[in-house]
Protein backbone atom coordinates (compact mmCIF):
# COMPACT_ATOMS: atom_id res chain seq x y z
CA UNK A 1 0.00 0.00 0.00
CA UNK A 2 1.36 2.96 -1.30
CA UNK A 3 1.66 6.22 1.48
CA UNK A 4 -1.06 8.47 0.83
CA UNK A 5 -0.24 12.22 0.89
CA UNK A 6 -3.68 13.71 1.98
CA UNK A 7 -4.48 15.11 5.46
CA UNK A 8 -7.59 14.38 4.58
CA UNK A 9 -6.95 10.78 4.87
CA UNK A 10 -5.06 11.82 8.43
CA UNK A 11 -8.39 13.35 9.40
CA UNK A 12 -10.47 10.72 8.57
CA UNK A 13 -8.35 7.73 10.11
CA UNK A 14 -8.57 9.98 13.67
CA UNK A 15 -11.99 10.43 13.46
CA UNK A 16 -12.57 6.81 13.45
CA UNK A 17 -9.72 6.67 16.39
CA UNK A 18 -11.47 8.38 18.18
CA UNK A 19 -15.15 6.40 17.53
CA UNK A 20 -12.85 3.30 18.69
CA UNK A 21 -12.44 5.13 22.01
CA UNK A 22 -16.30 5.04 22.00
CA UNK A 23 -16.20 1.64 21.06
CA UNK A 24 -13.54 0.69 24.10
CA UNK A 25 -15.70 2.85 26.96
CA UNK A 26 -18.97 1.82 25.98
CA UNK A 27 -18.85 -1.80 24.95
CA UNK A 28 -18.66 -3.17 28.40
CA UNK A 29 -21.48 -1.03 29.92
CA UNK A 30 -23.77 -2.34 27.09
CA UNK A 31 -22.60 -5.99 27.95
CA UNK A 32 -23.46 -5.41 31.67
CA UNK A 33 -26.68 -7.57 31.93
CA UNK A 34 -25.34 -9.97 29.77
CA UNK A 35 -22.49 -10.44 32.56
CA UNK A 36 -24.79 -10.33 35.21
CA UNK A 37 -26.81 -13.46 34.01
CA UNK A 38 -24.29 -15.46 32.97
CA UNK A 39 -21.59 -15.05 35.58
CA UNK A 40 -23.38 -13.58 38.15
CA UNK A 41 -21.81 -10.13 38.90
CA UNK A 42 -22.94 -7.87 41.23
CA UNK A 43 -23.52 -4.14 40.57
CA UNK A 44 -20.67 -2.94 43.09
CA UNK A 45 -18.32 -5.19 40.08
CA UNK A 46 -19.86 -3.36 37.23
CA UNK A 47 -19.02 0.07 39.11
CA UNK A 48 -15.36 -1.47 39.58
CA UNK A 49 -15.20 -2.05 35.83
CA UNK A 50 -16.30 1.77 35.28
CA UNK A 51 -13.99 2.84 37.73
CA UNK A 52 -10.95 0.57 36.56
CA UNK A 53 -11.39 1.59 32.73
CA UNK A 54 -10.85 5.37 33.09
CA UNK A 55 -8.71 5.30 36.26
CA UNK A 56 -6.14 2.84 33.84
CA UNK A 57 -6.77 5.78 30.87
CA UNK A 58 -5.65 8.34 33.64
CA UNK A 59 -2.43 6.59 34.05
CA UNK A 60 -2.22 6.24 30.22
CA UNK A 61 -2.91 9.66 30.19
CA UNK A 62 -0.03 10.74 32.39
CA UNK A 63 2.41 8.41 30.97
CA UNK A 64 1.21 9.72 27.04
CA UNK A 65 2.82 12.45 26.43
CA UNK A 66 6.39 11.30 27.77
CA UNK A 67 5.65 7.78 25.25
CA UNK A 68 4.69 9.90 22.40
CA UNK A 69 7.95 12.36 22.88
CA UNK A 70 10.08 8.71 22.66
CA UNK A 71 8.40 7.18 19.91
CA UNK A 72 6.32 9.57 17.77
CA UNK A 73 2.74 10.35 17.43
CA UNK A 74 2.26 7.39 14.67
CA UNK A 75 4.12 4.81 16.57
CA UNK A 76 1.96 5.88 19.11
CA UNK A 77 -1.68 5.42 17.41
CA UNK A 78 -0.54 2.56 16.13
CA UNK A 79 0.19 0.80 19.26
CA UNK A 80 -3.11 2.39 20.92
CA UNK A 81 -4.90 0.34 18.06
CA UNK A 82 -3.04 -2.69 18.88
CA UNK A 83 -3.99 -2.08 22.74
CA UNK A 84 -7.66 -1.93 22.23
CA UNK A 85 -8.51 -4.89 19.79
CA UNK A 86 -6.07 -7.36 22.02
CA UNK A 87 -8.67 -6.37 24.86
CA UNK A 88 -11.67 -6.78 23.23
CA UNK A 89 -10.45 -9.93 21.97
CA UNK A 90 -9.25 -11.00 26.16
CA UNK A 91 -12.38 -9.72 27.27
CA UNK A 92 -14.42 -12.66 25.24
CA UNK A 93 -11.96 -15.27 25.66
CA UNK A 94 -10.34 -15.13 29.43
CA UNK A 95 -13.53 -15.14 30.92
CA UNK A 96 -14.32 -18.63 29.88
CA UNK A 97 -10.67 -20.01 30.80
CA UNK A 98 -10.00 -18.10 34.19
CA UNK A 99 -12.41 -16.84 36.96
CA UNK A 100 -14.88 -14.91 35.01
CA UNK A 101 -14.49 -11.24 36.88
CA UNK A 102 -10.96 -11.40 36.67
CA UNK A 103 -10.83 -12.55 33.01
CA UNK A 104 -13.34 -9.39 31.84
CA UNK A 105 -11.04 -7.46 34.37
CA UNK A 106 -8.06 -8.23 32.46
CA UNK A 107 -9.93 -7.57 29.14
CA UNK A 108 -10.84 -3.95 30.48
CA UNK A 109 -7.17 -2.70 31.63
CA UNK A 110 -5.36 -3.39 27.92
CA UNK A 111 -8.32 -1.80 26.50
CA UNK A 112 -8.41 0.88 28.80
CA UNK A 113 -4.58 1.37 27.97
CA UNK A 114 -5.32 1.63 23.97
CA UNK A 115 -7.93 3.89 24.97
CA UNK A 116 -6.28 6.26 27.33
CA UNK A 117 -3.62 6.24 24.26
CA UNK A 118 -6.14 7.52 21.56
CA UNK A 119 -7.63 10.44 23.90
CA UNK A 120 -4.02 11.86 23.90
CA UNK A 121 -2.67 11.06 20.39
CA UNK A 122 -5.46 12.08 18.49
CA UNK A 123 -6.52 15.88 19.23
CA UNK A 124 -2.93 16.98 18.94
CA UNK A 125 -2.36 15.25 15.85
CA UNK A 126 -5.36 16.95 14.11
CA UNK A 127 -4.75 20.32 15.41
CA UNK A 128 -1.26 19.81 14.08
CA UNK A 129 -2.84 19.53 10.47
CA UNK A 130 -1.63 22.19 8.35
CA UNK A 131 -4.57 25.16 7.85
CA UNK A 132 -6.71 23.12 10.34
CA UNK A 133 -10.09 25.07 10.59
CA UNK A 134 -11.96 26.61 13.87
CA UNK A 135 -14.27 23.37 15.06
CA UNK A 136 -12.32 20.11 13.73
CA UNK A 137 -11.61 19.18 16.69
CA UNK A 138 -15.36 19.22 17.69
CA UNK A 139 -16.20 17.64 14.31
CA UNK A 140 -13.69 14.90 15.59
CA UNK A 141 -15.22 14.18 18.78
CA UNK A 142 -18.62 14.39 17.32
CA UNK A 143 -17.37 10.84 16.14
CA UNK A 144 -16.54 9.62 19.26
CA UNK A 145 -20.79 10.02 19.91
CA UNK A 146 -20.85 8.16 16.16
CA UNK A 147 -18.83 5.47 17.03
CA UNK A 148 -20.84 5.35 20.60
CA UNK A 149 -23.98 5.26 18.26
CA UNK A 150 -22.38 2.45 16.39
CA UNK A 151 -21.92 0.22 19.10
CA UNK A 152 -25.51 0.64 20.26
CA UNK A 153 -26.98 0.09 16.80
CA UNK A 154 -24.96 -2.93 16.29
CA UNK A 155 -25.25 -4.67 19.58
CA UNK A 156 -29.11 -4.41 19.75
CA UNK A 157 -29.30 -5.69 15.98
CA UNK A 158 -26.66 -8.79 16.97
CA UNK A 159 -29.08 -9.11 20.10
CA UNK A 160 -32.10 -9.71 18.22
CA UNK A 161 -30.70 -12.21 15.51
CA UNK A 162 -28.23 -13.73 18.15
CA UNK A 163 -29.09 -14.98 21.99
CA UNK A 164 -27.34 -13.03 24.98
CA UNK A 165 -25.00 -15.91 25.53
CA UNK A 166 -23.27 -15.24 22.30
CA UNK A 167 -21.69 -11.91 23.11
CA UNK A 168 -17.78 -12.82 22.94
CA UNK A 169 -18.42 -13.46 19.28
CA UNK A 170 -19.68 -9.73 19.07
CA UNK A 171 -16.52 -9.00 21.02
CA UNK A 172 -14.20 -10.81 18.17
CA UNK A 173 -15.72 -9.02 15.33
CA UNK A 174 -15.33 -5.62 17.02
CA UNK A 175 -11.73 -6.40 17.45
CA UNK A 176 -11.04 -6.21 13.60
CA UNK A 177 -12.19 -2.13 13.62
CA UNK A 178 -8.91 -0.98 15.42
CA UNK A 179 -7.04 -3.86 13.40
CA UNK A 180 -7.85 -1.95 10.06
CA UNK A 181 -7.78 1.16 11.14
CA UNK A 182 -4.34 0.92 12.45
CA UNK A 183 -3.24 -0.53 8.81
CA UNK A 184 -4.74 2.46 7.45
CA UNK A 185 -2.94 4.97 9.88
CA UNK A 186 0.72 3.40 9.10
CA UNK A 187 0.15 5.24 5.39
CA UNK A 188 -1.22 8.66 6.22
CA UNK A 189 0.89 12.04 6.53
CA UNK A 190 1.30 12.73 10.30
CA UNK A 191 2.50 16.30 11.39
CA UNK A 192 3.52 17.01 15.45
CA UNK A 193 2.16 20.46 17.09
CA UNK A 194 5.88 21.24 17.31
CA UNK A 195 5.95 21.38 13.66
CA UNK A 196 4.00 23.74 13.33
CA UNK A 197 3.87 25.96 16.07
CA UNK A 198 7.33 26.14 17.19
CA UNK A 199 8.77 24.30 20.61
CA UNK A 200 5.84 24.10 23.34
CA UNK A 201 6.13 26.11 27.12
CA UNK A 202 7.01 22.63 28.20
CA UNK A 203 5.08 21.33 31.61
CA UNK A 204 6.85 24.03 34.09
CA UNK A 205 5.37 26.65 31.65
CA UNK A 206 1.90 25.46 31.49
CA UNK A 207 1.99 24.60 35.86
CA UNK A 208 3.00 28.54 36.00
CA UNK A 209 -0.39 29.70 33.19
CA UNK A 210 -3.01 30.15 35.94
CA UNK A 211 -5.54 29.35 32.58
CA UNK A 212 -4.58 25.66 32.60
CA UNK A 213 -6.66 24.88 35.94
CA UNK A 214 -9.73 26.59 34.87
CA UNK A 215 -9.34 24.29 31.83
CA UNK A 216 -8.70 21.67 33.80
CA UNK A 217 -11.72 21.84 35.82
CA UNK A 218 -13.70 22.60 33.08
CA UNK A 219 -12.83 19.11 31.28
CA UNK A 220 -13.26 17.56 34.24
CA UNK A 221 -16.48 18.39 34.71
CA UNK A 222 -17.15 17.87 31.07
CA UNK A 223 -15.91 14.29 31.36
CA UNK A 224 -18.00 13.69 34.78
CA UNK A 225 -21.36 14.79 33.66
CA UNK A 226 -20.84 12.71 29.92
CA UNK A 227 -20.08 9.62 31.28
CA UNK A 228 -22.07 9.59 34.70
CA UNK A 229 -25.23 9.24 31.95
CA UNK A 230 -23.64 7.50 29.11
CA UNK A 231 -22.47 4.64 31.25
CA UNK A 232 -25.65 3.85 33.37
CA UNK A 233 -28.49 4.76 31.03
CA UNK A 234 -28.60 1.53 29.34
CA UNK A 235 -28.96 -0.44 32.84
CA UNK A 236 -31.64 2.17 33.97
CA UNK A 237 -33.82 1.62 30.87
CA UNK A 238 -33.44 -2.30 31.58
CA UNK A 239 -33.47 -2.60 35.25
CA UNK A 240 -35.57 0.59 36.13
CA UNK A 241 -37.57 0.95 33.43
CA UNK A 242 -38.14 -3.09 32.94
CA UNK A 243 -37.48 -2.45 28.95
CA UNK A 244 -36.19 -5.05 26.82
CA UNK A 245 -32.64 -4.74 26.07
CA UNK A 246 -33.11 -3.77 22.42
CA UNK A 247 -35.51 -0.51 23.16
CA UNK A 248 -33.75 0.33 26.39
CA UNK A 249 -30.96 0.41 24.26
CA UNK A 250 -32.84 2.74 21.46
CA UNK A 251 -34.08 4.96 23.73
CA UNK A 252 -31.54 5.37 26.27
CA UNK A 253 -28.21 4.95 24.64
CA UNK A 254 -28.61 5.21 21.21
CA UNK A 255 -31.17 8.49 21.78
CA UNK A 256 -28.27 10.24 24.31
CA UNK A 257 -25.42 9.51 21.28
CA UNK A 258 -27.48 10.59 18.79
CA UNK A 259 -28.34 13.74 20.27
CA UNK A 260 -24.18 14.62 21.48
CA UNK A 261 -23.10 13.28 18.31
CA UNK A 262 -25.53 16.04 16.44
CA UNK A 263 -24.68 18.98 18.67
CA UNK A 264 -21.05 18.57 18.08
CA UNK A 265 -21.52 17.55 14.03
CA UNK A 266 -22.99 21.01 14.05
CA UNK A 267 -20.02 22.97 15.95
CA UNK A 268 -17.87 21.28 14.04
CA UNK A 269 -19.28 22.69 10.87
CA UNK A 270 -20.54 26.08 11.84
CA UNK A 271 -17.67 26.19 15.06
CA UNK A 272 -15.87 29.59 13.29
CA UNK A 273 -19.34 31.50 13.67
CA UNK A 274 -19.84 30.57 17.96
CA UNK A 275 -18.25 31.98 20.48
CA UNK A 276 -17.43 29.08 22.09
CA UNK A 277 -17.05 30.67 25.76
CA UNK A 278 -20.84 32.12 25.74
CA UNK A 279 -22.25 28.92 24.96
CA UNK A 280 -20.37 26.78 27.56
CA UNK A 281 -21.87 28.33 30.59
CA UNK A 282 -25.47 27.73 28.80
CA UNK A 283 -24.46 24.47 27.98
CA UNK A 284 -23.83 23.46 31.77
CA UNK A 285 -27.19 24.95 32.51
CA UNK A 286 -28.63 23.05 30.19
CA UNK A 287 -27.00 19.92 31.76
CA UNK A 288 -28.14 20.91 35.50
CA UNK A 289 -31.71 21.12 33.94
CA UNK A 290 -31.41 17.27 32.73
CA UNK A 291 -30.16 16.03 35.48
CA UNK A 292 -32.76 17.96 37.75
CA UNK A 293 -35.91 16.59 35.71
CA UNK A 294 -34.08 12.98 35.74
CA UNK A 295 -34.13 12.63 39.28
CA UNK A 296 -37.01 14.84 40.32
CA UNK A 297 -39.59 13.31 38.01
CA UNK A 298 -41.97 10.66 38.83
CA UNK A 299 -42.37 9.84 35.56
CA UNK A 300 -39.74 6.90 34.69
CA UNK A 301 -40.11 7.57 30.61
CA UNK A 302 -39.72 11.55 31.38
CA UNK A 303 -36.51 10.34 33.24
CA UNK A 304 -35.26 8.81 30.34
CA UNK A 305 -36.09 11.47 27.78
CA UNK A 306 -34.22 13.92 30.17
CA UNK A 307 -31.09 11.27 30.42
CA UNK A 308 -30.98 11.68 26.25
CA UNK A 309 -31.44 15.04 26.32
CA UNK A 310 -28.07 15.38 28.50
CA UNK A 311 -26.47 14.04 25.13
CA UNK A 312 -27.38 17.35 23.61
CA UNK A 313 -26.47 19.49 26.75
CA UNK A 314 -22.78 18.09 26.94
CA UNK A 315 -21.94 17.91 23.43
CA UNK A 316 -20.42 20.64 23.70
CA UNK A 317 -18.46 20.65 26.90
CA UNK A 318 -15.21 18.54 26.37
CA UNK A 319 -14.61 19.60 22.62
CA UNK A 320 -15.66 23.17 23.40
CA UNK A 321 -13.00 23.01 26.53
CA UNK A 322 -10.36 21.49 23.84
CA UNK A 323 -10.71 24.42 21.60
CA UNK A 324 -10.62 27.01 24.17
CA UNK A 325 -7.45 25.75 25.91
CA UNK A 326 -5.76 25.36 22.43
CA UNK A 327 -6.80 29.62 21.84
CA UNK A 328 -5.84 30.54 25.01
CA UNK A 329 -2.35 28.34 25.57
CA UNK A 330 -1.58 27.78 22.02
CA UNK A 331 2.00 26.85 22.99
CA UNK A 332 0.84 24.19 25.06
CA UNK A 333 1.65 21.51 22.47
CA UNK A 334 1.08 17.64 23.46
CA UNK A 335 1.84 18.59 27.16
CA UNK A 336 -0.72 20.36 27.57
CA UNK A 337 -3.68 18.01 25.10
CA UNK A 338 -2.15 15.36 27.90
CA UNK A 339 -2.90 17.06 30.92
CA UNK A 340 -6.84 17.78 29.42
CA UNK A 341 -6.96 14.36 28.62
CA UNK A 342 -6.24 13.51 32.58
CA UNK A 343 -8.37 16.13 34.07
CA UNK A 344 -10.96 14.93 31.74
CA UNK A 345 -10.28 11.09 32.69
CA UNK A 346 -10.41 11.80 36.18
CA UNK A 347 -14.11 13.52 35.27
CA UNK A 348 -15.09 10.35 33.63
CA UNK A 349 -13.91 8.32 36.60
CA UNK A 350 -15.65 10.12 39.47
CA UNK A 351 -18.87 10.49 37.29
CA UNK A 352 -19.96 6.79 36.79
CA UNK A 353 -18.60 5.91 40.00
CA UNK A 354 -20.61 8.22 41.88
CA UNK A 355 -23.41 7.20 40.08
CA UNK A 356 -22.60 3.27 41.12
CA UNK A 357 -21.87 3.82 44.44
CA UNK A 358 -24.54 6.12 45.67
CA UNK A 359 -26.85 4.36 43.82
CA UNK A 360 -25.90 0.90 45.54
CA UNK A 361 -26.41 2.46 49.19
CA UNK A 362 -28.91 5.09 48.47
CA UNK A 363 -33.15 4.12 48.91
CA UNK A 364 -33.68 6.55 45.94
CA UNK A 365 -31.40 3.53 43.39
CA UNK A 366 -30.20 5.20 40.46
CA UNK A 367 -31.55 8.70 40.72
CA UNK A 368 -29.77 9.22 44.17
CA UNK A 369 -26.57 8.71 42.35
CA UNK A 370 -27.77 10.86 39.46
CA UNK A 371 -28.49 13.73 42.06
CA UNK A 372 -24.68 13.17 43.39
CA UNK A 373 -23.24 13.64 40.21
CA UNK A 374 -25.44 17.00 39.56
CA UNK A 375 -22.65 18.58 41.43
CA UNK A 376 -20.46 18.60 38.55
CA UNK A 377 -23.16 20.42 36.55
CA UNK A 378 -22.65 22.62 38.93
CA UNK A 379 -18.99 23.78 39.03
CA UNK A 380 -19.15 23.26 35.15
CA UNK A 381 -21.40 26.63 35.31
CA UNK A 382 -19.42 28.51 37.55
CA UNK A 383 -15.94 27.85 35.96
CA UNK A 384 -17.50 28.49 32.27
CA UNK A 385 -18.58 32.11 33.63
CA UNK A 386 -15.66 32.84 35.19
CA UNK A 387 -13.72 31.99 31.97
CA UNK A 388 -16.07 34.47 30.24
CA UNK A 389 -15.70 36.95 32.52
CA UNK A 390 -11.85 36.81 31.80
CA UNK A 391 -12.67 36.64 28.35
CA UNK A 392 -14.86 39.67 28.58
CA UNK A 393 -11.75 41.55 31.22
CA UNK A 394 -9.78 41.21 28.49
CA UNK A 395 -11.30 42.42 25.61
CA UNK A 396 -11.83 45.23 27.66
CA UNK A 397 -8.65 45.86 28.36
CA UNK A 398 -7.62 45.26 24.61
CA UNK A 399 -10.00 48.19 23.42
CA UNK A 400 -9.18 50.62 26.05
CA UNK A 401 -5.38 50.15 24.76
CA UNK A 402 -6.26 49.77 21.17
CA UNK A 403 -8.69 53.69 21.69
CA UNK A 404 -5.72 55.33 23.51
CA UNK A 405 -3.55 54.40 20.68
CA UNK A 406 -6.15 55.94 18.65
CA UNK A 407 -5.98 58.82 20.70
CA UNK A 408 -2.44 59.59 20.96
Known sequence: MKRLKSYKHTFNSCCVAIAIQAIEINLPPLLFVSFQNEFGITLSQLTALITLTFTVQLAMDALSAKIMDKIG??????????????????????????????????????MAMGGGMLEVITSPIVEAIPDSKDGKLSLLH??????YLLIVLVTVVYFVAFDRDKWRYLAYAIALVPIVNCV?????????????????????????NKMLYLFLLLIMCAGACEQAISQWVSYFAEKGLNLSKSTGDLVGPFSFALLMGLGRLFYGLFGYKIHIKKVLPLAGIGTLACYIVAIASNNAVLSLVACALCGLTVSI?????????????????TVMFAMLALGGDIGCTLGPSIVGFVSDASPYGLKGGIAAAGIFAALFIIASIILLKKDNSQLFQ???MLD???RE
Open 142 to 147: AFYSFG
Open 398 to 400: SGK
Open 404 to 406: NEN
Open 184 to 208: FFAFVPCSTLNEQRGESIGLKGLFK
Open 317 to 333: TWPGALDAASKNIPQGG
Open 73 to 110: YRTTMIAAHIFVAAGVLIMGTLPYIISPYAGLTIGVIV
